[in-house]
């Protein structure tokens, strides 16, 4: 890692470690016990952290330019109208 590259990297990464009562281990132990986590690990995390059913979709940018996507999504799920910014505003 950058921050481990050099001297004055490693001993500041070691001071924010210490810090943060963890050990010099880490920079060791961390990468591995990434590598060790599934796709279904991060979704079994995700569903007992995030609620989607209660989540809030809020897509900005130029309506012209982002028209395409949202439709696809709408497309995906179509029982939630797409409002315009005005709506947005009002509703706000």
Same mark, same amino acid.
Request: hydrophobic share 50%; no cysteine; charged share 30%.
């Given at each position: 890692a950058l921050s481990t590259s050099t001297s004055s990297g490693l001993a500041s990464t070691l001071s924010v470690l210490a810090g943060s009562g963890v050990g010099p =281990?880490? &920079? +060791? =132990?961390?990468? /591995? +016990? &990434? +590598? /060790?986590?599934? *796709? %279904? %690990?991060?979704? *079994?995390v995700a569903a007992s952290v995030l609620a989607p059913a209660r989540l809030v979709p809020v897509l900005l940018g130029d309506r012209e330019k982002i028209e395409p996507f949202v439709a696809a999504l709408a497309a995906l799920d179509s029982h939630e109208p797409v409002l315009t910014e005005a709506e947005a505003t009002r509703s706000a």
């Open positions: =281990e880490y &920079l +060791a =132990e961390h990468p /591995r +016990a &990434l +590598a /060790r986590v599934t *796709a %279904d %690990d991060v979704l *079994a």
